[in-house]
């Protein structure tokens, strides 16, 4: 596997190529095959908030966070940005290259990030050939699909109640700690700072989060739930 930081690339050491095998989409794969694998996949690294890819950009490649996180991004015709997905560590991205064609969104690191991209292409024919990795794959669009329709159910909610059930996924996602600003946390629910800003601060007078330097704290996930069921 080849790693590129600062524009520049060297062969990694076999110690480096582990994390490949910690992956769970990769679990079911033989060292033969993590070999075969490496050989086409490369390591970049991006600053927070640069650009992986663009909408309209060929989709030549398919991507996994390493370390970090990254955002996918979509632009309204009114020039309102919506988070539609949020990929941490062992995640994939960029799934729009298995149609073929450009991807459909924007793809940004949302904090320092090392990702591994490989080609599309390439990567399918390795599908066909491994039952198991294509299985995992599969496993992961659905839970991919099945989030996409609850956004879309969630789109015609109430602000504070979109809020609210992008808190529940972030924090089954990541965690009680969510180290994402009140503001990212708005674009995840599709709503204006202004809106998220009055939203917290009710959640936070009722204990229900708390916030810090770019991160939020889920105290009680429970509540935040019943809270949903109120609205």
């Known amino acids: ?21 910690k992956m769970t989409l990769f679990k079911s794969c033989s060292g033969v095959d993590l070999l075969q694998i490496e ?13 992986i890819f ?6 030549e490649m398919i991507w996994f966070v390493k370390t970090g996180y990254v955002k996918e991004v979509e632009h309204s015709l009114r020039g309102r940005s919506q988070i539609v ?5 062992d995640g994939m991205f960029g799934t729009s290259a298995f149609g073929g064609g450009e991807y459909d969104c924007y793809a940004f690191a949302e904090t320092k990030a090392d990702v591994l991209a490989f080609p599309i292409r390439v990567f399918q024919s390795f599908l066909d050939k491994h039952a198991a990795l294509g299985r995992a ?8 699909l ?13 602000v504070e109640k979109r809020i609210l059930h992008a808190l529940v996924r972030l924090k089954d996602q990541f965690g009680a700690t969510i180290r994402l600003t009140r503001k990212e946390i708005g674009e995840v629910a599709g709503a204006n700072t202004e809106t998220v800003i009055r939203v917290f601060s009710r959640l936070e007078a009722k204990g229900l ?14 509540k935040l739930l019943i809270r949903m069921r109120e609205l």
Do not use: W
């Open 39 to 51: 050989k086409y996949m490369v390591e970049k690294r991006f600053a927070k908030n640069q650009s």
């Open 137 to 144: 794959v599969l496993y992961q669009f659905s839970k991919y």
């Open 54 to 59: 663009s909408a309209e950009e060929p989709a």
């Open 1 to 21: 596997m080849l790693t590129m930081t600062s524009g520049k690339v060297c062969f990694l050491t076999s110690a480096e190529d582990r994390h490949l095998a």
């Open 85 to 89: 997905s949020l990929v941490g560590a």
């Open 209 to 222: 989060v708390r916030t810090g330097r770019g991160q939020v704290i889920v105290s009680d996930v429970n």
């Open 146 to 158: 099945l989030e996409a329709k609850k956004m879309q159910a969630f789109a015609v909610e109430r």
